[in-house]
């Protein structure tokens, strides 16, 4: 498979200009330059920034100084700690992945789309010269597999519109149901020598999310160990997730994980990637601060062998907070495995 170099490994900065208050205090305060120099010291390569359009614009699509203050600032915290930088579009008008943000409309609205465009155009002729530093990841998480006709077409534009202020600035492509690792196929943008394949990868679901309260059928008390079987999860996966088993119930009941089950998870999304010359990228991956530490890392182990298998360049999902948090005290003790195992 192509490699993606100097993005090899990398952490989210989930919560900062993204899914937050939006106030000053939070832009300013949240993720602070000496993060920056931790995240290096772990032995990344990069970070991957989510970015919500209201730190860019105003409703009325006007751009906002001060918030390209902020992403100025936090470019040059990247650099100066010798970190790479994926610059993720988190939400646009017109569509989240969260349906609490109330935004609708986006893969059927030209006027939408032309907010988008002008937006990523704005931000290719800020940053594009900062080549073989920065990626531009389109839009995160794009939800429903009847999106992807509108979204080739919207990515495809969008990204001829970037090459003419970034010819050469890597462009990420995700496909639908979240970032699936199994979309990936999906995709259909035409040739361009700088398209990166974009997945995010949860699985099994009901491990990395277990209590999670955002998903409405799960019961905040559920706990599962990362050595429960595949009957057990898939079970549970069915009660809780609804029914997302991510394939569990095609092995015997009691198999339990292992790095296999990961390397024949992300086997197809790779073929297509090896196929059409493309690399491939995930861009948030982990488990949620309901578990054990020591369960959390066990399961870190198994992913990580698996994307050295297929030489996969990806961001841990996430620095600090935002229910996944990696520099949080509660993984004190098994950070210094931890982050061997990203």
């Known amino acids: 498979m ?4 100097g993005f090899r490994k990398g952490v989210d900065l989930g919560g900062w200009f993204s899914q937050c208050d939006y106030s000053e205090e939070r832009y300013r305060n949240f993720i602070r330059e000496e993060d920056f120099a931790v995240i290096r010291g772990w032995g990344a390569d990069h970070v991957r ?4 359009y209201n730190l860019l614009e105003d409703e ?5 100084a001060s918030g390209f203050a902020h992403l100025d600032r936090a470019l040059g915290y990247c650099l100066a700690a010798g970190l790479n930088l994926v610059l993720d579009l988190h939400k646009t008008p017109g569509f989240s992945f969260d349906p609490d943000e109330k935004e609708s409309g986006f893969f059927d609205s ?3 789309q032309e907010r988008f465009y002008r937006l990523w155009e704005e931000l290719a002729g800020r940053y594009g010269r900062h080549t073989g530093r920065i990626a531009f990841e389109l839009l995160n998480e794009v939800t429903e597999e009847s999106y992807m006709p509108a979204w080739n077409r919207i990515a495809a534009e969008c990204i001829r519109r970037i090459r003419v202020h970034a010819p050469d600035v890597p462009v990420l492509v995700g496909g639908y149901w979240h970032n ?25 679901l009901i491990f990395t999310h277990q209590g999670a309260d955002w998903i409405p059928t799960m019961d905040p008390a559920f706990r599962i160990p990362v050595t429960a079987s595949f009957g057990e999860m898939a079970e549970a ?4 997730v609804g029914g997302n088993t991510a394939g569990l119930e095609d092995f015997p009941p009691e198999t339990v994980l292992t790095a296999d089950f990961f390397i024949g998870f992300l086997a197809e999304a ?11 990228y995930c861009g948030e991956y982990g488990v949620i601060d309901r578990s054990r530490p020591e369960e959390a890392l066990a399961w870190y182990r198994l992913i990580h062998q698996a994307f050295e298998h297929y030489g996969i360049g990806r961001a841990a999902w996430s620095y600090r907070q935002m229910d996944f948090g990696l520099a949080d005290a509660r993984m004190d003790a098994v950070r210094p495995e931890l982050v061997l195992n990203l």
């Open 110 to 112: 030209e006027k939408y």
């Open 180 to 204: 699936s690792a199994r979309s990936v196929k999906a995709i259909d943008i035409p040739d361009d020598p700088h398209l990166v394949y974009n997945f995010h990868c949860y699985e099994p």
């Open 49 to 52: 920034l989510p970015v919500d």
């Open 237 to 240: 996966s069915r009660r809780m």
């Open 270 to 280: 790779a073929e297509a990637a090896e196929k059409r010359g493309v690399p491939l």
């Open 60 to 64: 009325d699509g006007n751009f906002l």
């Open 2 to 5: 192509v490699e993606w170099k």
